[in-house]
């Protein structure tokens, strides 16, 4: 089996910015996808951002466009989110996830087969 496990998470003033981390153990994979979700209380999982394995090709919801960055270890399963001028509204839990293979982007949370168990990020205003 495989775990991720999310870390970065933290209290920012609105305007600053967080690197997220993802790390895998367990059974490795030569290739994967990747992405970012995240959950604030009272609402549903959204999707926040992916990339393919090639790194060639990104996505971002449109409410993250020129503030968030998706990228990966070259060495390693390790993937980053870099948040830059954070906003109140981006307050949430954040989860990575993953789909072993050579794919594309994927925004749908259900084409994914592995996820971390979540790391807090809080805006103040």
């Known amino acids: 089996q495989v775990q991720l496990v999310e870390s970065g998470g933290g209290l920012v003033q609105a305007g600053g910015s967080l690197r997220l981390s993802c790390a895998a153990s367990?059974?490795?994979?030569?290739?994967?996808?990747m992405g970012w979700f995240r959950q604030a209380p009272g609402k549903e999982r959204e999707f926040v951002a992916a990339?393919?394995?090639?790194?060639?090709?990104?996505h971002y919801a449109d409410s993250v466009k020129g503030r968030f960055t998706i990228s990966r270890d070259n060495a390693k399963i390790t993937f980053y989110l870099q948040m830059n001028s954070l906003k109140p509204e981006d307050t949430a839990v954040y989860y990575c996830?993953?789909?072993?293979?050579?794919?594309?982007?994927?925004?749908?949370?259900?084409?994914?087969?592995?996820w971390g168990q979540g790391t807090q990020v809080t805006v103040s205003s």
């Open positions: 367990g059974r490795t994979f030569s290739s994967y996808a």
């Open positions: 996830a993953v789909k072993p293979g050579p794919w594309g982007v994927n925004s749908d949370s259900g084409q994914y087969d592995y």
């Open positions: 990339m393919s394995w090639t790194g060639g090709n990104t």
